[in-house]
Nanobody
């Protein structure tokens, strides 16, 4: 019933920008804080950004601070990750996750971002 679907990932040149989306269904979206994570091949999953359930406060990993912006549109059941000044080290699969109880956490399928010239 619950589905999180990421989209927007693609190949982009260093210094370029992308906007990722995560559309949610099957849950009361406004009740949940949301996270963006990423995972590069051979590495663990890293928390990139998090946003409160109202979308009025956010935090970022140091590696993306000042370049990425997370936002939350409760009316559209969607969160976004605006990524600017992309670097090769940003290359990873990006996942969204709702912050709920242990039995109420869900992940999307991921969307691939590749930063290369």
């Amino acid at each position: 019933q619950v589905q999180l679907v990421e989209s927007g990932g693609r190949l982009v040149q260093p210094g370029g920008s992308l906007r990722l989306s995560c559309a949610a269904s099957g849950l009361t979206f406004s009740r949940y804080a949301m996270n963006w994570h990423r995972q590069a091949p051979g590495k663990g999953r890293e928390l990139v950004a998090a946003i409160t359930r109202a979308g009025d406060s956010s935090i970022y990993a140091d590696s993306v601070k000042g370049r990425f912006t997370i936002s939350k549109d409760n009316a559209e059941n969607t969160i976004y990750l605006q990524m600017n000044n992309l670097r090769p080290e940003d290359t990873a699969a990006y996942f969204c996750q709702n912050v709920g109880d242990a039995e109420d956490n869900y992940w999307g399928q991921g969307t691939q971002v590749t930063v290369s010239s």
